[in-house]
């Protein structure tokens, strides 16, 4: 079975801090995303990575940055937290993301204070 | 660039009656479409995915969903509804090019009345 875990599932981080979500997956698979969910905007794209030591940016990477130190392990930053960065957190990972579909991890709740 | 549509951010249904989501899509090229559902409090589940070949296509938990290029829409269907079918449903666009990423839809959140 597939899996992607995400940790940790929940923080709560303040104004101004640094904040780091960490995923980790054991499907081999070459993709690994970063979206947020917030209510009435659906998943938003972060930033997302094809190979290890490379990262691209989505549709949404202002305030974050983003780390793939190996095929495994995919990293979300968030330098200086804010308010507006308080939402959930998914990670995902495919194979070709043209025809395989994502597997998602549980997420996680990041509450800025 | 490419978009994803879900006009309706709400459906009600009784159990029993048929359901059908609707999913708009803008994009040039061919489309990948994909629908995934998201069960209250859980992460997102993979549902079906249209990449080419037939146009109605089956998925998991008895769904089914029809691509229409004439209009550019990817419509989630299942008959009958079950309670247990109340979850958010998001569809998905994959865009092509040198780097693939998936477009979501804004999700349209299903309650199933027993």
Redesign the interface.
Known sequence: EAAVTQSPRSKVAVTGGKVTLSCHQTNNHDYMYWYRQDTGHGLRLIHYSYVADSTEKGDIPDGYKASRPSQENFSLILELASLSQTAVYFCASSGAPSQNTLYFGAGTRLSVL | AQSVD?PDAHVTLSEGASLELRCSYSYSAAP?L?W?VQYPG?????LL?Y?TGDTVVKGTKGFEAEFRKSNSSFNLKKSPAHWSDSAKY?CAL?S?GS?????????TLLTVTP
């Open positions: 879900q990948y994909f995934y859980q992460s997102l589940q993979f995915k990449i998001f994959v092509g780097n693939y990423k998936l477009t979501f839809g804004k999700g």
